[in-house]
């Protein structure tokens, strides 16, 4: 009589299948497929793409012969040189201005304030491209708002050109990315008390040096980080110069654009897209080296 | 003010200097649209004394403490330090130190870079600040931190840090709010020492501001205590203390039982300054607060906890009373009982009882309470 033996056993209590088994951490292939979609989403998209656009490049076999080719035209240079300078101006703008905004929204008091800042930001980023565009040129274009209430004032006499030039490509492209670069300095704003400042000013300090001395190196690699999105960002943009800068200020889009719509000249198209590609990975890899690891230990300590 | 001449002269550390005014503030008020947060304070602090601004939240305390220090304008009035109007003046530039109740050290700086801050906006040569910074580290015990930065020290040392920060450029004025709120109790009553120690050791003027009495009770010469954006009553503690003037500061001060007299039979003859009420079941004869009028009709009565005592419960002196709860704190009992008022007003004393090894009674036990009157002020009712 072994059976007796035996602890008895709840007919309701199966014996234990390790198949079913709960476990805390699931196993490597749940990870995996989980991650496929995105996986896939990344490899078709953009690795392949990329290879495509390498191969197209340098199909002819003459290693970097279309590079150089690339690069003795003046007319690619300027582009390149245009959409470089121009984006570098629009990260300046968006940071300076955006953290004035995100100090501003971080400290005050006042709730008004506080709703007409924030409308000043969700409102244009809710907006879509064109509408935005759009209006900037019933703004800027020779009989709009701003030249038609100079000329009324009386300062000038006949309509200043504000429209298709590097002016209006900035301001578009500063207007569309301001709230880019106001969401991530807030962010990083937040974990600066602004009683910081007014200890430094109690010390002694006058106000503007109390924001340099404390806010400034304690949110430099969050301006670093801030500066680097607006830049890459801007690097790529194709609308706002189209239609606001107009043929005289192409930026490396229309560059391509131009390639591969109106000349069918795909390898053209691939080296000014590698350049481009290149450039932004130099200004990533330029922030990361700039912010350092320290740097970044001690914001996310403060 | 209600400043008893014979009591308000602060105890001088610096008795030998003729007396100087540290900080003056004339009808200072401070209006957020419709609140009235500071509503036309007046006070006058000699230089070298520790004076404490008490009062429970919403009192307006830090409202007046942001306001000395030019964090934030004043609606109405004016503030002088020394000698100086320094209502229109930027923070900077009033000749303050700051201690904040979350320290605000600056994260990314050194201990020595922090103490050196107030020195290197004053343009100090960085040899002299260092050393400077080095001395007054010293003197608040934290020699040899100085390369640390301030996430790497404790609370304690985080606190000193920003005491000799506040302290390195030896300002007029040392502005404390809630120094030592973020410490726990037994670090709070050494550095409350250390405070003490510190400002015997400096020739400055110190305006702190605490919600905490025993804070008050250790470090001030004097305190004004607040209430409702006004100054309820300013003294020396120990006069706060065993002679308070209002029923409010009686209870939020001393922690003294407020109750009210059942008559109130005017001026004991031949004793200025007392008054004879009937209260708890007795006449008494008790001190009468400079806010009472000598011929009130109505009064209350401060009574601390330890001039009320049980008496016979079978006999009939004293009131009657039932034990509600007893707490056992060591050095002392504190027992509340459920007086019967002729009214049927519910009315709660505590009585504090020596501790030991004595045991508290059960509650449901019937007393007799009695009032020893020596110890207590009739107040303005």
């Given at each position: 009589m072994?059976?007796?033996?035996?602890?008895p056993?709840?007919?309701s209590r199966?014996?234990?299948?390790?198949?079913?088994?709960?476990?805390?951490?699931?196993?490597?292939l749940i990870g995996?497929a989980?991650?496929?979609?995105?996986?896939?989403?990344?490899?078709?998209?953009?690795?392949?793409?990329?290879?495509?656009l390498?191969?197209?490049?340098?199909?002819?076999?003459?290693g970097?012969g279309?590079?150089t080719?690339?690069?003795s035209?003046?007319?690619?240079?300027?582009t390149?040189r245009?959409?470089?300078?121009?984006s570098a101006?629009?990260?300046?703008?968006?940071?300076?201005v955006?953290?004035?905004?995100?100090w501003?929204?971080h400290?005050?008091?006042?709730?008004?304030?506080k709703?007409v800042?924030?409308?000043?930001?969700?409102?244009?980023?809710?907006?879509?491209?064109?509408?935005?565009?759009?209006?900037l040129?019933v703004l800027?274009?020779?009989?709009?708002?701003?030249?038609?209430?100079?000329?009324?004032?009386?300062?000038t006499?006949?309509?200043?050109?504000l429209?298709?030039n590097q002016?209006?490509?900035?301001l578009g492209?500063?207007y569309h990315?301001l709230?880019f670069?106001v969401?991530?300095?807030?962010?990083?704003?937040?974990t600066?008390?602004p009683?910081?400042?007014?200890?430094?000013e109690?010390?002694g300090?006058?106000?503007?040096?109390a924001?340099f001395?404390t806010?400034?190196p304690?949110?430099?690699?969050?301006m670093?980080?801030?500066?680097t999105?607006?830049y890459?960002?801007?690097?790529?943009?194709?609308?706002?110069?189209?239609?606001?800068?107009g043929?005289?200020?192409?930026f490396?889009?229309?560059?391509?654009?131009?390639d591969?719509?109106q000349f069918y000249?795909?390898?053209?198209?691939?080296?000014?897209?590698?350049?481009l590609?290149?450039?932004?990975?130099?200004?990533?890899l330029?922030?990361?080296a700039?912010v350092?690891?320290?740097?970044?230990?001690?914001a996310?300590?403060? | 003010?209600t400043?008893?001449?014979?009591?308000?002269?602060?105890?001088?550390?610096?008795?030998?200097t003729?007396?100087?005014?540290?900080?003056k503030l004339?009808?200072?008020?401070?209006?957020?649209?419709?609140?009235?947060a500071?509503?036309?304070?007046s006070?006058?602090?000699?230089?070298?004394?520790?004076?404490?601004?008490?009062?429970?939240?919403?009192?307006?305390?830090?409202t007046?403490l942001?306001?000395?220090?030019?964090?934030?304008?004043?609606?109405?009035?004016?503030?002088?330090?020394?000698?100086?109007d320094?209502?229109?003046?930027?923070p900077?530039?009033?000749?303050i130190?700051?201690?904040?109740?979350?320290?605000a050290?600056f994260?990314?700086?050194?201990?020595?870079?922090n103490v050196?801050?107030?020195l290197?906006v004053?343009?100090w040569?960085?040899?002299e600040?260092?050393?400077?910074?080095r001395?007054?580290?010293?003197?608040?015990?934290?020699?040899?931190?100085?390369d640390r930065l301030?996430?790497q020290?404790s609370?304690?040392?985080?606190?000193?840090?920003?005491?000799?920060?506040?302290i390195a450029f030896?300002?007029?004025m040392?502005?404390?709010?809630?120094?030592?709120?973020a410490?726990?109790?037994?670090?709070?009553?050494r550095?409350?020492?250390e405070?003490?120690?510190?400002?015997?050791?400096l020739?400055?003027?110190?305006?702190?501001?605490?919600?905490?009495r025993?804070?008050?009770?250790?470090?001030?010469?004097?305190?004004?205590?607040?209430?409702?954006?006004?100054?309820?009553?300013?003294?020396?503690?120990?006069?706060?203390y065993?002679?308070p003037?209002?029923?409010f500061?009686?209870?939020?001060?001393g922690g003294?039982?407020?109750?009210?007299?059942e008559a109130v039979l005017?001026?004991?003859p031949?004793?200025a300054?007392?008054?004879r009420v009937?209260?708890?079941?007795q006449?008494?004869?008790?001190?009468?607060?400079a806010?009472?009028?000598?011929?009130?009709?109505?009064?209350?009565?401060?009574?601390?906890?330890?001039?009320?005592?049980?008496a016979?419960?079978?006999?009939?002196?004293?009131?009657p009373a039932?034990?509600?709860?007893?707490?056992?704190?060591g050095?002392?009992?504190?027992?509340?009982?459920?007086?019967?008022?002729k009214?049927?007003?519910?009315?709660?004393?505590?009585?504090d009882l020596?501790g030991?090894?004595?045991?508290?009674?059960?509650?449901?036990?019937?007393?007799?309470?009695?009032v020893?009157?020596?110890?207590?002020t009739?107040?303005?009712?």
């Open positions: 072994t059976a007796s033996v035996t602890m056993v709840p007919a199966a014996p234990r299948d390790l198949s079913q088994s709960w476990s805390a951490e699931r196993g490597p995996l989980l991650a496929a979609p995105l996986i896939v989403l990344v490899v078709v998209m953009l690795l392949y793409p990329l290879g495509k390498i191969s197209i490049a340098f199909d002819d076999g003459d970097f279309s590079i080719a690339f690069f035209s003046a007319a690619h240079i300027r390149m245009l959409t470089f300078v121009d101006i629009v990260t300046l703008v968006c940071v300076t955006g953290s004035v905004v995100a501003a929204l400290t005050t008091a006042s709730r008004l304030t709703a800042l924030w409308a000043s930001i969700i409102l244009p980023f809710l907006m879509g491209s064109v509408i935005k565009l759009y209006a040129v800027l274009e020779r009989h709009g708002v701003i030249n038609r209430a100079l000329m009324g004032i009386g300062i006499d006949s309509p200043t050109r429209l298709y002016f209006a490509v900035v492209l500063t990315m709230p670069a969401l991530p300095l807030l962010a990083g704003f937040q600066i008390s009683d910081l400042v007014k200890a430094a109690s010390l300090a006058s106000r503007a040096y924001l001395s806010v400034l304690l949110s430099l690699p969050s670093l980080a801030t500066g999105i607006v890459i960002i801007c690097l790529g943009f194709y609308l706002t110069p189209e239609v606001l800068g043929p005289t200020t192409p490396s889009s229309s560059l391509i654009a131009q591969v719509f000249d795909l390898k053209s198209a691939s080296v000014s897209a590698l350049v590609l290149v450039g932004s990975l130099v200004v990533v330029l922030a990361y700039l350092g690891r320290e740097r970044l230990a001690r996310v300590a403060a | 003010m400043d008893d001449p014979e009591t308000s002269q602060p105890l001088q550390p610096h008795a030998q003729p007396r100087k005014l540290g900080l004339d009808r200072v008020c401070k209006r957020f649209g419709e609140v009235v500071v509503n036309g304070i006070l006058d602090i000699d230089h070298g004394s520790f004076v404490t601004i008490l009062g429970p939240s919403g009192s307006g305390k830090t007046l942001r306001m000395v220090a030019g964090f934030m304008g004043v609606s109405d009035g004016s503030i002088w330090i020394g000698d100086r320094v209502s229109a003046v930027p900077g530039k009033r000749d130190g700051m201690v904040f109740q979350n320290y050290l994260p990314h700086m050194s201990v020595i870079d050196g801050y107030g290197k004053r343009k040569p960085a040899a600040r260092v050393k400077r910074a001395e007054v580290l010293a003197l608040v015990g934290l020699a040899g931190f100085d301030p996430r020290l609370g304690g040392q985080q606190q000193r840090v920003a005491l000799a920060r506040a030896e300002p007029k040392l502005l404390m709010d809630e120094p030592l709120g410490l726990d109790r037994e670090l709070r009553v550095m409350a020492g405070l003490r120690r510190l400002h015997e050791e020739d400055n003027t110190v305006l702190y501001v605490t919600h905490d025993e804070e008050a009770l250790t470090l001030s010469d004097r305190i004004a205590i607040m209430r409702d954006g006004k100054v309820e009553s300013i003294g020396a503690p120990q006069d706060l065993a002679r003037d209002t029923a500061v009686a209870s939020f001060f003294h039982n407020c109750a009210p007299c005017g001026p004991a031949g004793t300054g007392t008054v009937v209260a708890l079941g006449t008494i004869e008790v001190a009468r607060s806010r009472l009028s000598a011929d009130a009709k109505q009064a209350g009565l401060a009574i601390p906890g330890d001039a009320l005592e049980f016979d419960a079978a006999g009939n002196t004293g009131a039932i034990v509600h709860s007893a707490v056992y704190m050095n002392q009992i504190q027992v509340f009982c459920d007086v019967e008022t009214d049927g007003a519910p009315m709660q004393l505590r009585i020596p030991g090894r004595a045991v508290p009674p059960s509650p449901g036990t019937r007393v007799r309470v009695v020893r009157p020596q110890l207590v009739a107040v303005p009712a």
